[in-house]
């Protein structure tokens, strides 16, 4: 079991996939700015690759193995879709460890949101974590976790494609995150694919001022008249 370093909390790994906005890999993330419904606006920043590892000869992932994506989701949903870099050193379309092979990681980041229009907006519950593709042979094992600092985690395995998680007490607009998947082949293998991070966002508009009919124009205008012409008559 690994600490994720800025969390008090332990996780392992999950999966889910579609098409997306790229922000690059955890080594390299470029913006990561999802705007949704012109309410909700997404920003995932400061990625930090953690800790990993591996033996009996599984692929070590490094940071920039992980693709980082953004899709939305239902509502107001943002979703963070995490996979696996094709064009390293280590080219595999999944995360894996094959037959006696241990591989582990770990990384982090912020999520902020903000009204894009005049209203407020705030997180709101569940959070989830989502594999995508898995595949378990023989006592393979794996999973995903996504970690909130100060709350429970959330872990997405061979039993269950999606987890929820309850935000921690307070959370607003911002929260500190992040996941862990480790993946163990003992006598078989285990793989997974794309895994997503999908969080949830209310907005409340600001109230409008009315505006007035043009027959309240009129009105007023007349009364400004009647009142002009009792002034003269006075």
Do not use: H, W
Not at 189 to 198: A, D, E, K, L, R
């Amino acid at each position: 079991m690994k600490t994720l370093s800025a969390f008090t909390l332990i996780f392992f790994g999950g999966a889910f996939s579609a098409s997306a906005i790229s922000c690059g890999t955890v080594a390299t993330p470029g913006a990561c700015t999802l705007n949704v419904n012109n309410q909700v606006q997404y920003t995932f920043s400061n990625f930090a690759f953690v800790t990993n590892s591996n033996s009996g000869g599984a692929p070590l992932v490094t940071a920039d193995n992980i693709n980082l994506n953004l899709i939305t989701g239902g509502g107001l949903s943002g979703i963070l879709q995490v996979s696996k870099a094709t064009t390293t050193a280590n080219p595999s379309v999944v995360f894996l460890a094959n037959n006696g092979g241990v591989s582990t990681f770990a990384f982090s980041y912020d999520l902020s949101i903000a009204a894009i229009g005049a209203g407020t907006v705030s997180l709101i519950n569940p959070a989830s974590v989502e594999l995508n593709t898995s595949s378990f042979t023989n006592n393979g094992s794996g999973a995903v976790q996504l970690v909130l600092s100060g709350a429970p985690t959330c872990q997405a395995i061979t039993t269950s494609t999606l987890d929820i998680c309850t935000l921690p007490a307070g959370t607003t607009t911002t929260l500190s995150t992040g996941n862990i998947i480790a993946l163990a082949g003992n006598s078989g293998n285990v793989s997974i694919g794309t895994f997503s991070n999908i969080y949830n966002a209310s907005f409340t508009p600001d109230p409008q001022t009315s505006v007035p009919e043009p027959s309240s124009y009129a009105l007023f205008g007349a009364g400004l008249a009647a009142i002009g012409y009792l002034r003269r008559r006075q």
